[in-house]
T-cell receptor
């Protein structure tokens, strides 16, 4: 069974631009969560989607948004990029919603904002 | 507000010895705790978990201990192997919660 895939793997943008990251969950998984990883901060929860609905959201500004499609694939968008948005963005999928369900992570998208 | 804290950014251990990674939490509502391991250029992978109704869970070389009164959990790896060198994240969730709160991670170096 294929794992979680994220595209692109690396991205370089400049301040003010916007970016869209993509995540394909494991086949059959309906929940997708997004995390931001920065040095010293660990994994910060962005949001979780289940059956195309956002179930929960972390403490990030409105510039960060996401969506999920009917095939469970998810996209995350960041508008008006800032230098501090440089991070590794991780996507995780699980069979169902709820934190007791084991999450399977993708390799991440490394975003650099110049 | 970091509800899950891993105060040691790094830990170095000799091969064959015990590695002890620590984690503290502040939210007494947390009832499920997990450890994830992350290698460079890969996403975190689930390692072991423990429910708040237990104080110990063991899986091979990995044991997690939970001290609810101290709001503290630890991961023991015995014996440590060079392949265990990775970043370890502690995580916690609340009943019925839809998100998992992660700590900042501890980088473990196991020297051969």
């Amino acid at each position: 069974k294929a794992g979680v895939t994220q595209t692109p793997r690396y991205l370089i943008k400049t301040r003010g631009q916007q970016v869209t990251l993509s995540c394909s969950p494991i086949s059959g998984h309906r929940s997708v969560s997004w995390y931001q990883q920065t040095p010293g901060q660990g994994l910060q929860f962005l949001f979780e989607y289940f059956s195309e609905t956002q179930r929960n959201k972390g403490n990030f500004p409105g510039r960060f948004s996401g969506r999920q499609f009917s095939n469970s694939r998810s996209e995350m968008n960041v508008s008006t990029l800032e230098l501090g948005d440089s991070a590794l963005y991780l996507c995780a999928s699980s069979l169902a919603s709820g934190s007791l369900n084991e999450q399977f992570f993708g390799p991440g998208t490394r975003l650099t904002v110049l | 507000d970091q509800q899950v804290k891993q105060n040691s950014p790094s830990l170095s251990v000799q091969e064959g010895r015990i590695s002890i990674l620590n984690c503290d939490y502040t939210n007494s509502m947390f009832d499920y705790f997990l450890w994830y391991k992350k290698y460079p250029a890969e996403g975190p992978t689930f390692l072991i978990s423990i429910s708040s109704i237990k104080d110990k869970n063991e899986d091979g070389r990995f044991t997690v201990f939970l001290n609810k009164s101290a709001k503290h959990l630890s991961l023991h790896i015995v014996p440590s192997q060079p392949g265990d060198s990775a970043v370890y994240f502690c995580a916690a969730s609340i009943p019925g919660g839809f998100k998992t709160i992660f700590g900042a991670g501890t980088r473990l170096f196991v020297k051969a």
